[in-house]
């Protein structure tokens, strides 16, 4: 069965720092990966997806994310975080077998001034 | 064009009342899925429809909950005798096609409130 894991349930970092959130997951077939980000008071956006190819994904507002099979790690980074960025985030996995999206618990992303 | 839409955007009821959660998907998305996401916590999956089969149910906490998808658009979800453990933000989301690489798109979600 598969599942993922986000590390940290609140992550708080200065505006202007590196923004690592972190996602593992487990699957005994390729998976598909998704970030998604839930603003306050309003559904979710998908930010990224890994599906195949190329292993560094880039997605909108500056994210990006590597697939590490591996590692089977799945790791939301952005260079310089900005107060518009305070959020919670989500990571989600399927594959080929699965319609259905499994979803981790969220990180709830703080940005210090 | 237009995004997923629900219905209403908050609802307050008393313990023991029906309630209906609409949910307007995207023109032409085939899949649609029904989540419910209590404070501070993360997704949890209620129900799936995909066009004309048989909706995958399997998620749905008690038979309290039902729901319904009309002529494979409009869906409604319904919680009999809400309970206060009922109170949760519920979002839809449909997505183009079944398959696990498709993404989901989100509308905004309804916040239940069970006094």
């Known amino acids: 069965a598969q599942s993922v894991t986000q590390l940290g349930s609140h992550v708080s970092v200065s505006e202007g720092a590196l923004v690592l959130l972190r996602c593992n997951y487990s699957s005994s077939v390729p998976p598909y990966l998704f970030w998604y980000v839930q603003y306050p008071n309003q559904g979710l956006q998908l930010l990224l997806k890994y599906t195949t190819g190329a292993t560094l994904v880039k997605g909108i507002n500056g994210f990006e994310a590597e697939f590490k099979k591996s590692e089977t790690s799945f790791h939301l980074t952005k260079p310089s975080a900005h107060m518009s960025d305070a959020a919670e985030y989500f990571c989600a996995v399927s594959d080929d077998s699965n319609y259905q999206l499994i979803w981790g618990a969220g990180t709830k992303l703080i940005i210090k001034p | 064009g237009a995004g997923v839409s629900q219905s209403p955007s908050n609802k307050v009821t008393e313990k023991g009342k029906d309630v209906e959660l609409r949910c307007d998907p995207i023109?032409?998305?085939?899949?649609l899925y029904w989540y419910r996401q209590s404070l501070g916590q993360g997704l949890e999956f209620l129900i799936y429809f995909q066009g004309n089969s048989a909706p995958d149910k399997s998620g749905l906490p008690s038979d309290r909950f039902s729901a319904e998808r009309t002529g494979g658009s409009v869906s409604t979800l319904t919680i009999q005798r809400t309970q206060q453990e009922d109170s949760a933000v519920y979002l839809c989301?449909?997505?183009?096609?079944?398959?696990?690489?498709?993404?989901?798109?989100f509308g905004p979600g309804t916040r239940l409130t069970v006094t």
């Open positions: 023109s032409g998305h085939t899949a």
């Open positions: 989301a449909s997505s183009l096609f079944q398959g696990g690489a498709y993404e989901q798109y």
